[in-house]
C-alpha cells in the first residue's frame, strides 16, 4: 500500500532473506569474507554464529546468489531437529541422491558415490547447515565423518556451519574435539550499531527508489535503533509498520513521536492477555450456575481478557479501513 504512497518499486524491509538487500555492515563483511576463504581452503568448516535476526540466512543466499556462476554444487540443510541416522538422510536428500529406506551404509555409499564424481568433473561440493545449534554432538560427529571423504589428499566435501549463539557453547562440548580441530575459520555476528542500523534502514530504501521521502528525522532513526536493537529481522519488521503508519497519516516526514507511536501499537498487539490472579480464599459458590466449571471471579477476568483482545483487533480493522480507503483514494488519482 505504502510503496506508490512514497513511490517505491517494492516494499524495502520484506521479511524473506533477500540476497538484493544484502547490507554490508563491517561485521558482515567480514563475515562474508571468513566465508568466501572457506571457499578457497575448499576443507574444513566454517562457523558463524549469531543472535536470532541477525542476517545469517541472508549471508548464506547472498553466498549462493554469488556461486551461481562457479564451479561449486552447493546445497542447504535446514531442517536439523535430526538424530544422526536422520541427518545423512537429509545431507543426501539435499544434494537429490537416493536416501528413502537406505541402510546408512547405502547412504554413505550414494553421497561417496556422489562427492568422487563431482571432483572427476573439477566440481566441490559445499554443504551449507542452517541452525546448527539444534543438531545434537552425534549428528555433527556424522558431518565431521564426512569431511574423511578424499580424492587425492583433498577433501571431498566442504561444510558451512550457521547457528545461534548456543551454537558456541555446543562445539565446545566434550567428545567434539576433533569436529573443533576442523574448523579453519569461525565469526560471530553481532546486531548493527546506530550509525549501521541508519544505513541499513537508507540503504533497503534506496534500493526500492527512495530519493528522500519520507524524511526520517536524526531522532527517529535514534529511536528506530534503541527500540529495535539494531537487529536486522527486527529493523525490518518495524520499519515496514512505520512507513504503513507514515501512508495512513499521510506523512512526509517521520519523527521520532511517530516512531514512538508505532512502537506503542505493537506493544498493545503483542500485549498477553492478564494472567488469572491467584486466589488466596476459597470464593464463595454462586446460589445460581453461570457457566460450569468457571467462577465469577475467573469468569470476570477472562471477560477483561477478552474486552482486551476485542479492543486490539478494532485497532487492527480500524487500521486496515484506512489502508484500504487511502489505497482506493490514490487509485482514483
Known sequence: MYESFYKFSAKPFQLSPDPKFFFGSQGHKRAMSYLRYGLTQGEGFIVITGGVGTGKTTLVRTLFADLAEENIVAAQLVNTHLEAEDTLRMVAASFGLAHEGASKAAILKNLETFLMARAQEGKRVLL??????????????????????????????????????????TIRSEGLEQLRQRIIAAFHLEPLGAQET???????????GWQGDPAISDDAHQAIFNITGGVPRRINNFCDRLLLYGYLEELHTLEAGHVQEVANELKQETAAAPEPKEQNEAPELPTSPIHVGISQSRESEQLEGMETRLGILEERIDILERALRRFLEVGRR
Open 198 to 208: 541508519r544505513g541499513y534502514i537508507e540503504h533497503r530504501m534506496r534500493l526500492v
Open 128 to 169: 551449507v547447515v542452517d541452525e546448527a545449534q539444534n543438531l545434537p554432538p552425534a549428528s555433527l560427529e556424522e558431518l565431521r565423518m564426512l569431511s574423511n571423504f578424499q580424492a587425492g589428499g583433498r577433501s571431498l566435501l566442504q561444510s558451512f556451519l550457521l547457528g545461534q549463539n548456543e551454537f558456541k557453547n
